[in-house]
């Protein structure tokens, strides 16, 4: 079940997204202040972040909004499953929901961000299966020899 993200959610966001092991330290804590800006404003610019659960347990959660100063442009900025529920399915349910909600809003266009390192190869999978065209690469963005994937999906 996807609901809205709450406060007191924060915290268990956090630790599932440590827990799959593909963050680094400063973007956990790059987390918890996205979390901190959207409970106390972003929310009403626009931004959304739901959680899903399974059985009454959070196992992950989706986070993403219109990108300034543009028209119909949305950016997923996470998308985080629990390691241990991954491949199931939850994490194309959570991105059909996205897609959903922002052509609900106007949206005419989704990106979406990752890292090329090889530890993302089953990430840029997931958006190719499902209808994501990579758009452009930027080579040695995050580090050196960590380029940025850019995906998009047009969703007029």
């Known amino acids: 079940m996807l609901r809205p993200a709450q406060p007191d959610d924060t915290a268990a ?16 804590e ?3 202040e996205v979390l901190d800006d959207y409970h106390a404003a ?13 059985d009454g347990e959070l196992v992950g959660f989706v986070y993403f909004g219109p990108a300034p ?3 119909g442009t949305w950016e997923l900025w996470w998308i985080v499953v629990k390691k ?3 491949a199931r ?19 005419r266009v989704l990106f979406i961000d990752t890292s ?18 990579q758009h452009a690469v930027l080579k040695d963005f ?14 007029g």
């Open 13 to 28: 966001l956090k630790q599932l997204t440590q827990a799959t092991g593909f963050f680094k330290p400063h973007e956990i």
């Open 30 to 32: 790059t987390l918890q």
């Open 42 to 54: 972003s929310h009403a610019e626009g931004d959304v972040c739901q959680t899903l659960e399974l």
């Open 69 to 71: 100063m543009t028209l």
């Open 84 to 86: 241990n529920v991954q």
């Open 89 to 107: 399915g939850l994490g194309g349910e959570m991105l059909r929901f996205v897609e959903e909600e922002v052509r609900r809003r106007q949206g």
């Open 116 to 133: 090329s390192q090889p530890l993302y190869e089953p990430t840029l999978r997931f958006y190719l299966k499902h209808g994501y065209e």
């Open 142 to 155: 995050y580090a050196a020899g960590d380029s940025k994937i850019v995906f998009r999906k047009g969703l």
